[in-house]
Every structure is written in structure tokens, then in C-alpha cells.
């Protein structure tokens, strides 16, 4: 069974950078999708980032430029730069195999001065 565990989110000044980890454990396939989303108060839960197990990377239109996401053995990571505070959100890491699916438990970046 595929666990995730989030860790670095806090609080940060607009244009400052932060970055997300998250940990993944348990039976992992080769052929998997590693992802990052995110959720604002009162707001769905949005594809931030995405990838794959070949190192292939995707965006949202949103964050391009701004955010790098990338994976090392069994960690992905999301570097954010120049903040906003409508980059506050929850921010979950999702991993996906085939028709399997598994969420971590999020962590909150809030960006304010």
C-alpha cells in the first residue's frame, strides 16, 4: 500500500519561495504519475503539477515560470518562487498507477504579508 506524507508548508511573504516535499512509501510501481494539487478555502482541488516516472513535467498554466516540480527516488518535491497570495491553498501530492489512486495528507502554504 502506497503512502504520502507532505512536510514544508507554512507561511511565507508574496514574492518569496517555499518548497513542498513528499514522501512516498509502500509498493510503488515504475509506471507512475507523481503529482501536486492544491485547494483553496471554498475552492476544487486543481492539478498544480504533475510527473511522470521518466521525468516528463506538466503545469498549469498558473504556475509556469514560477514552480518547478521534480522527483528523486522516493520524493517529489515542489519549488515555488515568486508567491502570491492566490497560491494559498492546501497543497496535497497525489500518486497515481494505472487505475490506482493515493492522496497525502496536505499541507497548508499560506502566503501573506
Known amino acids: 500500500q502506497v503512502q504520502l506524507v507532505e512536510s514544508g508548508g507554512g507561511l511565507v511573504q508574496p514574492g518569496g519561495s517555499l518548497r513542498v516535499s513528499c514522501q512516498v512509501s509502500?509498493?510503488?510501481?515504475?509506471?507512475?504519475?507523481l503529482g501536486w494539487y492544491r485547494q483553496a478555502p471554498g475552492k476544487q482541488r486543481d492539478l498544480v503539477a504533475a510527473?511522470?516516472?521518466?521525468?516528463s513535467a506538466s503545469y498549469a498554466d498558473s504556475v509556469k515560470g514560477r514552480f518547478t516540480i521534480s522527483r528523486d527516488k522516493n520524493m517529489v518535491y515542489l519549488q515555488m518562487n515568486s508567491l502570491q497570495p492566490e497560491d494559498t491553498a492546501v497543497y496535497y501530492c497525489?500518486?497515481?498507477?494505472?487505475?490506482?489512486?493515493?492522496w497525502g495528507q496536505g499541507t497548508l502554504v499560506t502566503v501573506s504579508s
Open positions: 497525489n500518486w497515481r498507477a494505472g487505475n490506482r489512486e493515493v
Open positions: 509502500g509498493s510503488i510501481f515504475s509506471r507512475n504519475v
Open positions: 510527473i511522470t516516472g521518466g521525468g
